[in-house]
Structure formats: C-alpha cells, structure tokens
C-alpha cells in the first residue's frame, strides 16, 4: 500500500521568500513521485516528477524537488515566491507498472504575502 | 495538442438521481483514469482503463458506480443512485501508457448532490 503525507494544510510566504512545500512518501515498492498544481477551477497540472533517474529534479515555473529516499521525503521549493504561485499544491505516488493510479496527499494551499 | 475534455463542468442533482460524465482523453493515449476530489482533499482514484479494459477498480464504489470505455477512447462514469456523499469534483485523466508516465488531466465535473 501506498501514502502520501503533506505536512501543513496551509503554507504563507512573503513574495520573493523561499517556497517550501513538505511530502514525505510510503511505498512498498520503488516510487514514482510527482508534484501537481491546482488553481481554483481548474484541473490539476504536472510541476514535475521522479522516475527513478536524477534525484534533485527540475519543474516548471522554477521549482524543484529532491528525492530523499533514506527520509522518504519529496520536498519540493522555490527559491523565491511570487504572487502567480498561489494555488493548491499536491505530492503524489504512484508504484508503477501496470496498475499506476496516483495516491495523493491532501494538499498545501500556498499563500503569497505582498 | 488538445487536452483532456470533460462534460458537463458543472451538474446539480437530487439524492436518489443518477448522472453521467463523459471523457474525452487526449488523442493517442492508451491509459484513461477517473479520480474523485472531494471538497479540502486530494482526488482518489476510482478506476483505471488500458484501451477499453479495466486495470483497477479496487476504490470504486461497485453498487453505484459503473464506468465503461467503449472502443478505448471516450468514456463515461455512471453513478445510480446519487447520494449526499457523491458532491464532489470528478476528474478524468490520460496517459500514454501506464507504469509512470505523465498522467494528464481534464478540467473537472463539479458535482452537488441536494
């Protein structure tokens, strides 16, 4: 079985402060882990993901997250906010293979302070 | 390229009604997903298509939920009867192929059962 935990329902930041956002993962298999956005309204959008390749990985919008699999930890951060980044974020896992539904955390709204 | 389809975007019922939403994946991918996303939760898978076979099915509410995916390409969610419970978002997804690769994800059905 699979889990996702996010730690902080909410995060707030000031506009230009580092952005970190809190996963750590549980996965009887190696995982996939993956970093969605969500704004009001909308359908989710892929930030970016780990297959098993590079540990500290590249998105898009400027974030990035490493793989820590000795904390089983996916962090993901910004080094510096801005006010477009506000929305609902979401670390999810998946095992891969044949059956790979995502299991998702409950998410981090992320606030910007001006 | 365009993206995952869904309709309708929004759909109000009565308890005890049924609905349907229907999903148009993105053109070429094998692999079609429906999550649930309830109000301040991340979605849950409900079922998982490769072409027009069932992959997993483990979290859908067999009683009431049906889903098919005729000819491997559109497909619809059922739910008979509606209850309180079902207000929720209904989100459809793509993919490629399964084992990992980006899932891609439609719009939403924002669903309210009164």
């Known amino acids: ?114 | 390229e365009a993206g995952v389809a869904q309709s309708p975007r929004y759909k109000i019922i009565e308890k005890r009604q049924s609905v349907a939403f229907w999903c148009n994946p993105i053109s070429g991918h094998a692999t079609l997903y429906w999550y649930q996303q309830i109000l301040g939760q991340g979605p849950k898978l409900l079922i998982q298509f490769q072409n027009n076979g069932v992959v997993d099915d483990s979290q859908l509410p067999k009683d009431r939920f049906s889903a098919e995916r005729l000819k491997g390409v559109d497909s619809t969610l059922k739910i008979q009867p509606a209850k309180l419970e079902d207000s929720a978002v209904y989100l459809c997804a793509s993919s490629l192929e399964s084992g990992g690769a980006t899932q891609y994800f439609g719009p939403g059905t924002r669903l309210t059962v009164l």
Not at chain 1, 74 to 100: I, N, Q, W
Request: glycine fraction near 10%.
């Open chain 1, 1 to 114: 079985a699979q889990s996702v935990t996010q730690l902080g329902s909410h995060v707030s930041v000031s506009e230009g402060a580092l952005v970190l956002l809190r996963c750590n993962y549980s996965s009887s298999v190696p995982p996939y882990l993956f970093w969605y956005v969500q704004y009001p309204n909308q359908g989710l959008q892929l930030l970016l993901k780990y297959t098993s390749a590079a540990t500290l990985v590249k998105g898009i919008n400027g974030f990035e997250a490493e793989f820590k699999k000795s904390e089983t930890s996916f962090h993901l951060t910004k080094p510096s906010a801005h006010m477009s980044d506000a929305a609902e974020y979401f670390c999810a896992v998946s095992r891969g293979g044949g059956a790979d539904g995502l299991t998702f955390g409950k998410g981090t709204h992320l606030i910007i302070q001006p």
